[in-house]
């Protein structure tokens, strides 16, 4: 099983629902390609019976599914090949094109036995002619040069059955997922040969394969989720904005898709709504619109037609968008269909003019807000909007009516622990949504594995609520992460001096030299930061205008990973936008960390930030030739 655990972490960065892996997920995700490519599917109630054992009948059936001849079966044919196999026999026709094939050949006195028990040296040898592979290019005898064969080529990976037993159904399911991965005898890879495309682990990319098949995007509405669907929604596998979900949790307006081979229904909740202010290009041929201050493809006929000059909206009506799992509008209806509500800090307020679709121009106060699920969003008109920027507020749209209200600082307090979702005495839910936001105007989504081991205090976080099981639904935070500042190297301090009214000549102002992301900036102040000498800083700015260049910690590397940096006799997490400078004496060059890994060519030195409770990362790594 050890080549199938190397990629599930790829994997699992590609499947909807899941967000990281274990071991216990392995068979999961094996079990989902494998029903995904139509090679094995669960019995009526969407159980796969893994442990029982599968029979020649059976194998044959699946090894037909996993090439190139699965849509060739013919049903109408009223010839057997083997005596104990009557033409009526349900893998009959999956058997005849097998032996046509190659791939298979019964016993001395014409029988088949399809309802014995396959064997692990059975199994090997239908694979490999499958693979092109024979005496000619097998060395020895069977089985040995077969189960040779098949190990070298991996395809025994996760499989537990050994020689002269029966494989299970879960054997099968790993065999064939090894399959798509697995070199022929001409040197190919057999998953390419049928079209299948490959992740960089070279095992068959499960997103493509399901997308192949997936049905959608459908509205939740009139047509229930069970009356859409073609199979029982009551075994199958469901996921709510990529997180594992039940039938409970879908509502209306709920943009939905399924995939009948893998049972598999993804839900998305994601709703935008304001006031439209443009259709672009235009009314005639609409592809965007806006609302709510931001632009969104439209992404379905159905879209398109209810913007266009005969469609039910234009511009100056009130709107809820509705979106798909590629972020496109999938449908709008009117605001007043869907309520909203929801939390956040506010961003600005202005007062725009814009002119409806008779070319009548009007004036509407707006008021921007960054909403908890990291959507920024404008209200117009909305009654008790008497607000400023940094306000935290709740937002809604009910009835019809806008409204925002100023809400008073909540906080929670602790060790968030991800592994149990506890954060101090309470549980997050799991699909918590979590904004940093600074007094900058910044802001960004958090996800709750940044925050693990972390500990917030009531500076920390600005508001928090609950779902109805009581859990933390959503928490703004206040710049705790520091992960919404700029980080940098300080390459030059230069002290400008000045004369005195007395003759004598002090420092009148200091240019700063520093790199962010490899582009030299200088500012030049009469306000001494803390950046006295060349090092990582952290840039910190206001409106856009420097404000604070402040010291880093300076850590002397002795072990680099790429996730982490150990000093002396601790260890500390890499950031995912670290910068990597190699300085050659004369200039800096933007690198990567794993070109600059090896500490007998290289002196690492690495700057961690200071100051934020869930911060304490490596932002900036600069590299010196080793003496």
């Known amino acids: 099983m050890k080549k199938i655990l190397a990629v599930v972490l790829s994997l699992a960065l590609m499947v909807p629902g899941i967000s990281s892996v274990s071991v216990a997920d392995t068979t999961s995700i094996v079990e989902k390609t494998v029903q995904a490519l139509g090679i094995m599917t669960g019995d009526e109630n969407g159980d796969m019976n893994l442990s029982k054992t599968i029979t020649r009948a059976e194998f044959t059936a699946m090894l037909v599914s996993a090439s190139s001849y699965k849509d060739r079966i013919s049903y109408s044919s009223n010839t057997s090949v083997f005596k104990d196999v009557s033409y009526t026999y349900w893998a009959a026709q999956h058997i005849r094109?097998?032996?046509?094939?190659g791939w298979i050949s019964g016993y001395i006195d014409g029988t088949f036995r399809p309802d014995s028990a396959v064997t692990l040296e059975e199994a090997a040898?239908?694979?490999l002619?499958?693979?092109?592979?024979?005496?000619s290019n097998l060395y020895g005898a069977y089985p040995t040069a077969y189960l040779e064969k098949f190990a070298a080529l991996g395809l025994d990976d996760g499989i537990t059955a050994t020689k002269g037993e029966a494989l299970t159904r879960e054997d099968a399911m790993y065999l064939f997922y090894n399959l798509m991965s697995a070199q022929t005898a001409s040197g190919t890879i057999y998953g390419e040969t049928l079209g299948y495309s490959l992740d960089t682990s070279g095992h068959v990319n499960y997103t493509s394969v399901i997308s192949e098949d997936i049905k959608g995007p459908f509205v939740i509405g009139d047509t229930s989720l069970s009356a859409l669907v073609p199979f029982s929604i009551y075994t199958a596998s469901i996921y709510r904005n990529d997180a594992a979900a039940s039938i409970s949790d879908i509502e209306d307006y709920d943009v939905v898709y399924y995939n009948s081979v893998t049972k598999t229904v993804w839900a998305y909740s994601n709703k935008v709504f304001g006031l439209v202010?443009?259709?672009s290009p235009n009314a005639v041929s609409p592809s965007a619109v806006t609302v709510g201050g931001n632009s969104y493809t439209l992404g379905t006929s159905e879209a398109v037609e209810k913007f266009s000059s005969s469609g039910e909206f234009s511009t100056g009506?009130?709107?809820?968008?509705?979106?798909?799992?590629?972020?496109e509008v999938v449908d709008v209806v009117?605001?007043?269909?869907?309520?909203?509500?929801s939390y956040g800090v506010v961003l600005g307020k202005t007062t725009s003019t814009y002119q409806d679709a008779s070319g009548k121009n009007y004036m509407v106060d707006e008021v921007s807000v960054v909403t908890t699920d990291g959507?920024?969003?404008?209200?117009?008109?909305?009654?008790d909007a008497s607000v400023i920027a940094g306000q935290l507020v709740s937002v809604s749209y009910l009835n019809g009516e806008t409204t925002i209200k100023v809400v008073s600082k909540k906080s929670v307090t602790g060790t968030f622990d991800f592994a149990t979702m506890k954060l101090g005495a309470y549980t997050l839910a799991d699909d918590v949504e979590i904004i940093d936001v600074n007094s900058d105007g910044s802001y960004k989504v958090i996800y709750p594995s940044r925050l693990d081991g972390k500990t917030l205090n009531s500076t920390n976080v600005l508001y928090y609520g609950f779902n109805e099981n009581q859990k933390i639904a959503f928490l703004i935070l206040n710049d705790a992460t520091g992960d919404l500042n700029s980080y940098g190297l300080v390459t030059k301090v230069q002290e400008n001096e000045v004369t005195l009214s007395t003759g004598q000549t002090a420092v009148g102002s200091y240019t700063y030299t520093y790199l962010v992301d490899g582009s030299t900036r200088s500012a030049t102040t009469t306000a001494y930061y803390s950046a006295e000498s060349t090092g990582g800083v952290c840039v910190k700015t206001d409106d856009g205008v420097l404000d604070d260049l402040e010291d880093m910690k300076r850590l002397s590397v002795n072990a680099v990973s790429a996730l982490s940096v150990t000093s002396g006799s601790l260890v500390y997490s890499v950031s995912d936008d670290v910068q990597v400078y190699y300085y050659d004496g004369s200039r800096y060059t933007l690198t990567t960390l794993s070109a600059v890994s090896n500490l007998d060519a290289y002196t690492l030195?690495?700057?961690?930030?200071?100051?934020?409770s869930a911060g304490g990362l490596v932002r900036v790594v600069l590299a010196r030739n080793a003496e």
């Open 125 to 127: 040898a239908m694979t």
């Open 129 to 135: 002619k499958l693979l092109g592979y024979d005496s």
């Open 277 to 279: 202010t443009a259709i």
């Open 605 to 612: 030195t690495a700057y961690v930030d200071k100051g934020f």
């Open 375 to 383: 959507v920024v969003r404008s209200f117009s008109n909305a009654t």
């Open 317 to 327: 009506d009130t709107v809820t968008l509705l979106f798909g799992m590629n972020g």
């Open 334 to 341: 009117p605001a007043s269909a869907v309520d909203f509500a």
């Open 97 to 101: 094109v097998a032996v046509n094939a």
